[in-house]
């Protein structure tokens, strides 16, 4: 892989890392969603159960939220690393390298397509 191509990537992997850790940020600045959350259902026998159901809705949606912004993160550091120590862009199941439009189009691949596709 050119080391164009390698730095192109490397700065689209920070840029998204950034965007992701000011997503998990303003989680956890949100007044500590999760706290806030089960305190607010704790007293679910003050209101109607229909809130109570759109309230329990609404506070999986940000946990799941919150849990792959935390998995996208993780990702991108993984990628991040592998750049670091010189297996970024080689399969890690088939040892094969992986095709610069793939790591273009989804720059944490870890796989080739054929690799990808494989049963476990």
Not at 9 to 35: I, Y
Not at 39 to 62: C, F, I, V, W
Not at 65 to 80: K, M, N, P, V, Y
């Amino acid at each position: 892989m050119d080391q164009q191509l390698m730095n192109q990537l490397k700065q689209q992997l920070l840029e998204d890392r950034q965007r992701v850790q000011e997503e998990l940020d303003s989680f956890e600045t949100n007044e500590s969603f999760l706290e806030e959350s089960i305190g607010e259902l704790n007293s679910a026998d003050q209101q109607h159960p229909a809130d109570t159901g759109t309230e329990m809705y609404e506070r999986e949606k940000d946990m799941a939220l919150h849990r792959r912004a935390e998995e996208e993160l993780s990702e991108i550091d993984h990628a991040l690393e592998k750049m670091e120590n010189g297996t970024y862009g080689i399969c890690e199941k088939s040892g094969k390298e992986i095709p610069a439009e793939r790591l273009k189009a989804m720059p944490t691949a870890r796989y080739t397509i054929e690799a990808a596709n494989q049963p476990e």
